[in-house]
């Protein structure tokens, strides 16, 4: 698909809409739990690492040699510099991708095995709809060695971060979804 379609082409609404380095366009539904989730972690970094801190959100981030990630929440190295228009792997401390409805398998089991392939030290990944976070750490070329899951409403967890800082994700203002109301 040429850049000129793609500028002249009307993408469903309620789609996050991402072009792959490589041509792939990826179409997944943003959900309001999923934009909130998002913006209540992204409040957290500056709760816990400044207003200056370096994080992104939907931003790629270049994994050589695999497809590029635009993760949910990423934190990086203060020192960390942009080789092009992208940060290196090499330069992430965390991860963070919210579970949506479509996504649950790609973040439980493709993530999992990607981030713990390339080293990122923490991956977390926050469900809301299971309303838990799954905090993983020691990365091994498969995956993770250590799973901790943590419930949504029971407090403050501190992550540490390999620079020494810490990320600090309060549970208890997590986002849960709203029941659905009756259709009228």
């Known amino acids: 698909m040429s850049v000129d379609a793609i500028m002249h082409t009307e ?11 490589d041509g792939k366009v990826i179409m997944t539904p943003q959900s309001f739990e999923h934009s909130s989730t998002i913006k209540s972690m992204q409040y957290d970094t500056v709760v816990s690492l400044g207003r200056h801190a370096k994080t992104a959100s939907d931003v790629y981030i270049d994994f050589p040699a695999d497809e590029n990630s635009a993760p949910d929440l990423t934190i990086l190295r203060e020192d960390a510099r942009r080789e092009g228009k992208r940060y290196s792997f090499e330069d992430v401390l965390l991860i963070s ?5 479509s996504s649950a398998r790609k973040d439980y089991d493709d993530c999992t095995a990607k981030y713990g392939r390339y080293g990122i030290p923490v991956y977390l990944i926050v469900d809301p709809y299971a309303q838990e976070v799954v905090l993983h750490t020691q990365p091994t070329a498969t995956g993770y060695i250590a799973a901790h899951t943590h419930k949504y409403g029971t407090g403050k967890l501190p992550i540490p971060l390999a620079d020494g800082r810490t990320f600090t994700l309060d549970l208890d203002e997590l986002p849960r979804p709203e029941p659905e109301a009756d259709a009228r």
């Open 11 to 21: 993408f469903p609404e309620g789609y996050t809409v991402l072009f792959g380095a």
């Open 97 to 101: 991708e919210v579970v949506s409805t």
